[in-house]
C-alpha cells in the first residue's frame, strides 16, 4: 500500500465519525443505550465495505468492494495494531501516581473484586475450551483467552491482539475477539441498565431522574473545579511555549513508545539467550513467551515510566491530563472503527456456535459477580461500585463510568474515586495490560492446563483475600441495610 492509500483511508474515518455522529444526534435509541460513535462508524465502515454492500452486489459489481477503494480495507486491518499502541501510551500520563497505600485505603475493595472477574474470564474461557470448544469444535487452546480480550479488553485490545493470534496461527481469534467486544460493549449496557433498576426496586439505591449524557460525565478521578483551574493554569504556561503543546504531548508519546519497545526488545533478547535458547541439535522448540506479547502493555509502562520520572523532578505541571486523554481517546475512536471496518464476518460465521458461548459464558459470570461476590467484598456502596466494574468487565472503562452515573449520580458513595483509583493496580496486569497481552503467548508455551492452574489460583487468591479483608465488614453494613429497609 502507498502513502496515499494510507491517507485516504484516514480522511475516511474521519467521515464516518462524523456521520456516525450525526446519526446518533437524530436516532434516539442510539442515544438511550449510549452506544459510542466510534462503534456506529465501525459498523457503517463494514455494512459499506466489501463483505456486505460488496457480497450483496457480487463480485462482477462496480460495487464488488463497497463504497470502499480496493486498498482501503487492507489499510483499516493495519491500523488498530499500531493506533493501540498511542491509546496505551497516554493512558496513565497527564495523572500524579499516588503510593500504593493511598490507592489500597480507597480502592482496596474494588481492586479485589475488580482484580476477580478479571481472572474468573480466563478460568471460565479456558474451561469452556478444554471442555467444549476444543473436543466438538475442534477450536485452538488460545481461545481460552478470548472472554479476557474481548470482554475485559474490549475493542482496543482485541484489535491490538491481532498479531500475537497470528503468530498463533489462528488468526480468526482476533475477529472472534473483536465481535465478542461488541457484543460485552452493548450487553454491558443493557444489562447493566437492567441491573439498575433492579437495585433500584430492591431499595439498594435511590435513582436520580436528572441524570446528565454519557458526554457531560466527568471522566476524571480529581476535583472538576480544581482540575479545572490546573489545566487553565497550563494552558496559558503552554501558550508562550515555542513549541504547540499538542505536538509537545505527541512527543510524549513517541518517546513512552519507544521506551516500551526498548523494553520489550530488551525482554525478548534476555528471553532468546537463557530459558528460550535454541540449541544447534536441539529436537524442540524452546518455550518462548515474549514473541507473543504486543507492544501496547510495554507502551504503557513507557508512558508510567515518563510521568514518575516528571513527578520526581517537580515537572508533572508540564503533562496536561486533558491532553493526553483526548489523544488517547482519538486514537481509540480511529482503533475502533478500523477494526470493526475490517471485522471479518466470515471468520465469525465459521465459529458461530463456539462465539455464542463464550459469550454467554462471559455475561454469566460477569452477572454472577455482582449478585454473589460484590455485596460480600465490597463493605460500602457495594453494588454503585460493583455495577462500574461489571461495566468495565463487559466492555470499556467509560460504560463502567456511565453505570456507576447512573446509579449515584452525586457520587455520595465515592464509588468514582475508587474506581479510578483501582485502575492504577488493575489496568497494568490486565485489561490490557501485560497479563492480558502475554496470554496467548503463555497459553501457546505452557498449555490451556498451566494457564488453568495459574488463572484459577489468581482467581480463588482474590476471592479469598476479599471476604478475608473486607467480608466482615460488607456482611455488617448488608445486615444494616436490610434492617433499615424493613
Not at 307 to 326: H, V
Request: glycine letters at 12%; one cysteine or more; aromatic letters at 8%.
Amino acid at each position: 500500500m502507498s502513502m496515499q492509500d494510507v491517507f485516504w483511508a484516514f480522511v475516511l474515518l474521519g467521515m464516518l465519525l462524523i456521520v456516525s455522529r450525526l446519526i446518533r444526534q437524530n436516532v434516539g435509541v442510539l442515544r438511550r443505550i449510549f452506544l459510542p460513535s466510534s462503534i456506529i462508524a465501525g459498523a457503517l465502515a463494514l455494512v459499506l465495505g466489501p463483505q456486505v454492500l460488496g457480497a450483496i452486489a457480487g463480485e462482477d459489481n462496480w460495487l464488488a468492494n463497497g463504497l470502499w477503494p480496493s486498498e482501503t480495507p487492507g489499510v483499516w486491518a493495519a491500523l488498530p495494531g499500531l493506533l493501540i499502541n498511542v491509546v496505551f501510551a497516554a493512558l496513565l500520563m497527564g495523572r500524579p501516581i499516588p503510593g500504593l497505600r493511598t490507592i489500597w485505603n480507597q480502592a482496596g475493595p474494588q481492586v479485589c473484586f475488580g482484580q476477580t472477574l478479571a481472572w474468573g474470564q480466563y478460568v471460565v474461557g479456558i474451561l469452556l475450551t478444554m471442555l467444549i470448544l476444543t473436543p466438538f469444535f475442534d477450536i485452538p487452546a488460545v481461545a481460552g483467552a478470548l472472554i479476557e480480550i474481548g470482554f475485559e479488553g474490549g475493542h482496543g485490545t482485541a484489535a491490538g491482539m491481532r498479531e500475537a493470534f497470528i503468530a498463533a496461527d489462528w488468526e480468526d481469534g482476533a475477529d472472534l475477539a473483536l465481535g465478542l467486544a461488541t457484543i460485552g460493549l452493548v450487553g454491558g449496557v443493557i444489562i447493566g441498565t437492567i441491573l439498575v433498576n433492579w437495585a433500584a426496586r430492591k431499595g439498594h439505591i435511590k435513582l436520580d431522574e436528572d441524570i446528565a449524557p454519557l458526554d457531560e460525565v466527568d471522566l476524571h478521578t480529581s476535583d472538576v473545579t480544581t482540575g479545572e483551574i490546573r489545566e487553565l493554569q497550563r494552558d496559558k504556561q503552554q501558550e508562550s511555549q515555542p513549541t504547540d503543546p499538542l505536538s509537545l504531548h505527541l512527543g510524549l508519546v513517541a518517546v513512552a513508545i519507544g521506551l516500551g519497545w526498548l523494553i520489550l526488545e530488551g525482554l525478548k533478547l534476555l528471553e532468546a539467550n537463557t530459558w528460550g535458547y535454541a540449541a544447534p541439535d536441539a529436537t524442540e522448540d524452546p518455550v518462548r513467551v515474549f514473541t507473543h506479547v504486543p507492544l501496547f502493555p510495554l507502551a504503557m509502562i513507557g508512558g508510567v515510566i515518563i510521568q514518575i520520572t516528571f513527578d520526581r523532578l517537580g515537572k508533572s505541571d508540564l503533562i496536561s491530563d486533558r491532553l493526553m486523554s483526548r489523544i488517547s481517546g482519538a486514537a481509540l475512536d480511529f482503533t475502533i472503527v478500523a477494526a470493526l471496518g475490517a471485522l471479518s464476518l466470515q471468520a465469525i460465521g465459521a465459529n458461530l456456535g463456539p462465539f455464542v458461548l463464550l459469550a454467554g459464558a462471559g455475561i454469566a459470570w460477569s452477572v454472577f459477580g455482582v449478585f454473589v461476590l460484590a455485596p460480600r467484598i465490597i463493605p460500602t456502596g457495594w453494588f454503585e461500585r460493583g455495577v462500574g466494574d461489571f461495566g468495565q468487565s463487559m466492555g470499556v472503562t467509560v460504560t463502567g463510568l456511565l453505570l456507576m452515573r447512573v446509579a449515584d449520580p452525586p457520587n455520595k458513595s465515592g464509588a468514582m474515586q475508587s474506581f479510578g483509583y483501582k485502575q492504577l493496580m488493575f489496568e497494568p496486569v490486565v485489561g490490557g495490560g501485560l497479563f492480558t497481552g502475554a496470554s496467548v503467548g503463555l497459553i501457546v508455551a505452557f498449555g490451556s492446563g498451566a494457564m488453568l492452574t495459574v488463572t484459577l489460583a489468581v482467581t480463588i487468591f482474590w476471592i479469598v483475600f476479599g471476604f478475608l479483608a473486607f467480608g466482615r465488614a460488607a456482611r455488617q453494613n448488608r445486615a444494616a441495610e436490610a434492617q433499615a429497609r424493613q
